[in-house]
């Protein structure tokens, strides 16, 4: 039987572990430094999506996947998703897990990172918090004219600039895919759980 945390516990599980990580980081993140990481980031995926839009290409989906590969802290996010599962794992299994879900990370991520096709990403604030991170603010308005809250938790990670999580409208993706792959995890075991990645990362490279 699975069991259910909750998100006011988990989230104090995820302050543990990166805070835990935090003496690796060696700095403490400029509020500045990471607003202007976001929005160089910001401007140079939305480069690529205004191709990638046009029409899909090879080349230009290797450089968004590229994007936000170097964007994020895969190594960070991938061990706290997992949890204690990542003991529990084989070396092999860790070195899978890791690269199937660095392929799922970039494609429902990789996008977000930029404006979509007619909408806008707007950077409105940065704030200093816990463990020395930076959380950079964002509003996304899509074509239709709705926006989206979205914040991006950064970390200077030995001198670079790296996003450890995403929030949009105040949940968090770390939190919220902890839960869903512990679930998984306990029903299918860790094996099951790549299987559904590596499903969940093709569906995503796709759309």
Not at 62 to 75: C, H, I, P, S, Y
Request: aromatic share 6%.
């Amino acid at each position: 039987m699975v069991r259910a945390f909750p998100a006011t516990c988990l989230l104090f599980v995820w302050i543990a572990f990166v805070g835990g990580t935090a003496a690796s980081a060696q700095a403490q993140t400029s509020a500045p430094e990471a607003t202007k990481f976001v929005e160089g980031l910001s401007e140079r995926v939305s480069a690529v999506l205004a191709r990638y839009e046009q029409g899909k290409s090879e080349q230009d989906s290797k450089a968004l996947a590229r994007l936000a590969t170097e964007a994020f802290a895969m190594d960070i996010v991938s061990r706290f998703v997992l949890g204690p599962t990542w003991h529990q794992a084989s070396p092999v299994q860790q070195e899978e897990f890791q690269r199937v879900f660095s392929q799922w990370m970039v494609g429902v991520y990789g996008r977000r990172l930029g404006a979509s096709k007619g909408g806008t990403l707007k950077v409105v604030g940065t704030d200093s918090i816990a463990n020395g991170d930076a959380l950079v603010k964002l509003i996304a308005t899509q074509s239709d004219g709705k926006t989206v809250d979205l914040g991006l938790r950064v970390r200077d990670v030995r001198g670079e600039m790296k996003i450890i999580d995403v929030m949009a409208a105040g949940v968090s993706m770390a939190i919220t895919q902890r839960q869903e792959f512990s679930s998984i995890v306990n029903n299918q075991g860790i094996d099951g759980l790549l299987t559904s990645l590596k499903a969940k990362a093709a569906a995503a490279e796709a759309g």
